[in-house]
């Protein structure tokens, strides 16, 4: 699996990154495709082709100490220009 960080950046507007998991590490499951950018489709605009990833954390990287079973994992679908590369 290929180890990838959420972009910690806060554009203004509709994003599809979740705040809570900016900044954090986790590794890409899966590739799911390509599809129109979400951000500029939900203004109306042409969403260019993005790659879309299923990427898995654990519950000690979102939430640290605080975690009650850190072990468990959290899957979420991020689009490629949201992640970068370790």
Same mark, same amino acid.
């Given at each position: 699996?290929?180890?990838?960080?959420?972009?910690?950046?806060?554009?203004?507007?509709?994003?599809?990154?979740? =705040?809570y998991? #900016?900044?954090?590490?986790? $590794? !890409?499951?899966?590739?799911?495709?390509?599809?129109?950018?979400?951000? &500029?489709? @939900?203004?109306?605009l042409?969403?260019?082709?993005?790659?879309? =990833?299923?990427? #898995?954390?654990?519950?000690? $990287? !979102?939430?640290?100490?605080?975690?009650?079973?850190?072990?468990?994992? &959290?899957? @979420?679908?991020?689009?490629?220009?949201?992640?970068?590369?370790?």
């Amino acid at each position: 699996m290929t180890s990838v960080r959420v972009k910690t950046i806060c554009p203004p507007g509709h994003v599809r990154a979740p =705040y809570y998991l #900016r900044g954090k590490t986790g $590794e !890409i499951e899966r590739a799911l495709g390509s599809f129109g950018n979400p951000e &500029l489709l @939900a203004y109306g605009l042409e969403g260019e082709e993005k790659e879309l =990833y299923r990427v #898995r954390f654990t519950m000690h $990287e !979102i939430w640290g100490d605080s975690a009650e079973r850190p072990e468990d994992t &959290l899957d @979420a679908e991020l689009y490629d220009h949201w992640l970068e590369r370790l």
